[in-house]
């Protein structure tokens, strides 16, 4: 059975940061290429990063320079990091695991306010 679990998420003012990590069981996860996507209230899921099983990675506009994925193979973990977060980065982030098939957590809420 493959499971996918976030964790990290909660609220942080604007200009402050989080870390996500997503737990991966179930899949060969160092085959899998892993990504953040994010679906904010009345809008469609967007991808926020992706990075591949040999480590290549993308990220949104909105967020380059201020988020950072990364995984640990050892560990089946794939990691976002966010700075300089910003009102409109409020979200359920999702992890998402492809390969031969797509895989989804079940999301962890960012809340960004004051």
């Known amino acids: 059975q493959v499971q996918l679990v976030e964790s990290g998420g909660g609220l942080v003012q604007p200009g402050g940061s989080l870390r996500l990590s997503c737990a991966a069981s179930?899949?060969?996860?160092?085959?899998?290429?892993m990504g953040w996507y994010r679906q904010a209230p009345g809008k469609q899921r967007e991808l926020v990063a992706r990075i591949t099983n040999g480590g290549s990675t993308n990220y949104a506009d909105s967020v380059k320079g201020r988020f950072t994925i990364s995984r640990d193979n050892a560990k089946n973990t794939v990691y976002l990091q966010m700075n300089s977060l910003k009102p409109e980065d409020t979200a359920v982030y999702y992890c998402?695991?492809?390969?031969?098939?797509?895989?989804w957590g079940q999301g962890t809420q960012v809340t960004v306010s004051s």
């Open positions: 998402s695991s492809s390969y031969d098939r797509d895989y």
């Open positions: 179930g899949i060969i996860f160092s085959i899998y290429h």
